[in-house]
């Protein structure tokens, strides 16, 4: 039987196209990435310029078992995130061009003005007005919002700013995990490589994410009964917050991971055919996307699971306090 050749034409075409495939990956995480920025901005605009960041009746004073419990949270926090950030520069200034460490923080900061999404609908979770930093939610400012009105609902910028920033530590030691695994065990499949990595993930994230409450950040103000130990007490725990928290986590890992291991990932895709000049913005942009992507997918599980019967804190401790 005669062999059967490809068209010499169609040969030549396929490069010059999968180069202006690979080329366009990274244009249209970038141009995601934009968009995210000034969304964000919008939103901010409208939320400053209404003082939306006014609650109502004022600031009060908070008991200082909450400060003190808030302080210590935002030193961690705050320490943990200098770490990394003087981390990220060195490895960018030795390289001469911004490092995938250091888009994935301002990334994860980048993202941090999607936190009240969760309260879309119905307030899932509640933070504390008894804070350091109290100020009114710009939730209300986002398009189509239903949950708690302008002026009502509470967002600490400490320790919560700082801990998106911060929250990237988890993502290095996830994939570096992975690069352990795939060291010992390079038979395995990217599947099972990823799976196995979620497994350590969500045995990481576990405890941690009961951590507001006992923090005196908030309280889970709608945990579905079956799925939530303690129910109705005011450390409530959602048992199936640390699934999706740990999904969080893998994601930004199996990009970074990715990165450090072929020198490119999937938000990175034609990077080496853009000009030299523009690799540092389109890096930041793109993974500023994927990280608002992975926030994102986070914020729309809580807002399903919130369409579901749920229950609130019978009661709370006097140093937590959910309404102004």
Do not use: K
Request: glycine residues 6%; charged residues 10%; proline residues 7%.
């Amino acid at each position: 039987m005669a062999a059967v050749t490809r068209p010499r034409a169609a040969t030549e075409r396929s490069l010059p196209d999968r180069a202006r495939q690979a080329r366009g990956t990274v244009r249209a995480w970038a141009a995601l990435g934009a968009v995210c920025v000034l969304a964000q901005l919008l939103v901010l605009i409208r939320w400053i310029d209404d003082d939306g960041y006014r609650l109502t009746g004022g600031q009060r004073a908070a008991p200082a078992l909450a400060l003190v419990l808030q302080s210590l949270f935002t030193a961690a926090v705050v320490f943990t995130l200098a770490l990394l950030t003087v981390r990220a520069y060195r490895e960018s200034r030795a390289r001469r061009q911004l490092s995938f460490d250091a888009a994935g923080i301002t990334g994860f900061l980048l993202a941090a003005w999607l936190d009240p999404v969760q309260n879309y609908l119905h307030p899932v979770f509640v933070q504390n007005v008894h804070a350091l930093t109290p100020a009114g939610s710009w939730g209300p400012y986002l398009p189509g919002w239903a949950g708690p009105p302008a002026h009502t609902g509470t967002w600490l910028w400490l320790p919560l700013l700082p801990m998106y920033g911060a929250f990237y530590a988890a993502v290095i030691l996830i994939s570096n995990a992975m690069g352990r695994l795939r060291a010992t065990r390079p038979a395995w499949s990217p599947r099972r490589l990823y799976t196995t990595s979620y497994l350590v993930s969500y045995l990481s994230v576990a405890l941690l994410t009961q951590i507001y409450p006992l923090l005196a950040v908030g309280v889970w103000g709608h945990a579905i009964p079956q799925l939530t130990l303690f129910d109705g007490r005011w450390y409530q725990w959602p048992l199936y917050e640390a699934p999706v928290t740990a999904l969080v986590v893998l994601l930004p890992a199996i990009l970074r991971f990715q990165h450090l291991t072929t020198g490119t990932s999937a938000v990175e895709r034609g990077m080496d055919r853009l000009p030299a000049r523009w690799h540092g913005a389109a890096r930041l942009l793109a993974v500023t996307a994927a990280m608002n992507a992975t926030v994102l997918l986070y914020m729309a599980a809580q807002i399903a699971l919130s369409l579901l019967p749920g229950t609130g804190p019978d009661a709370l401790p006097a140093h937590i306090r959910t309404t102004p």
